[in-house]
């Protein structure tokens, strides 16, 4: 079995900073990219940042500049570091990886169950 787990969500004021964390574990033999999505209420999941095994990295234009995804491969963790938030950044950030455990023949998506993030004015 492969588990996501996302941590340090919560409520920040706007222009404030938040680095979200989430770990993989369980049988893993490899982890290609990494991803952060986002769903704010009513509206569609968005790609926020992916993160190759090479660690070549892309964001979504609304957060250029301002949020960074880095991983650490010892740990089987990716961060994403958000800093100068919006109200408009208010919503249930989602991790993705695409991973390859011990027991299946190739990679297979996995996501943790979401952290929320409020900005408030």
């Known amino acids: 079995q492969v588990q996501l787990v996302e941590s340090g969500g919560g409520l920040v004021q706007a222009g404030g900073s938040l680095r979200l964390s989430c770990a993989a574990s369980?049988?893993?033999?490899?982890?290609?990219?990494m991803r952060w999505y986002r769903q704010a209420p009513g509206k569609q999941r968005e790609l926020v940042a992916v993160i190759t095994s090479s660690r070549i990295t892309n964001y979504a234009d609304s957060v250029k500049a301002r949020f960074t995804i880095s991983r650490d491969n010892a740990k089987n963790t990716v961060y994403l570091q958000m800093n100068s938030l919006k109200p408009e950044d208010t919503a249930v950030y989602y991790c993705?990886?695409?991973?390859?455990?011990?027991?299946?023949?190739?990679?297979?998506?996995?996501w943790g169950p979401g952290t929320q993030v409020t900005v408030s004015l």
């Open positions: 993705n990886a695409d991973i390859r455990s011990w027991y299946s023949g190739g990679s297979v998506p996995y």
């Open positions: 369980g049988s893993i033999s490899s982890i290609n990219a």
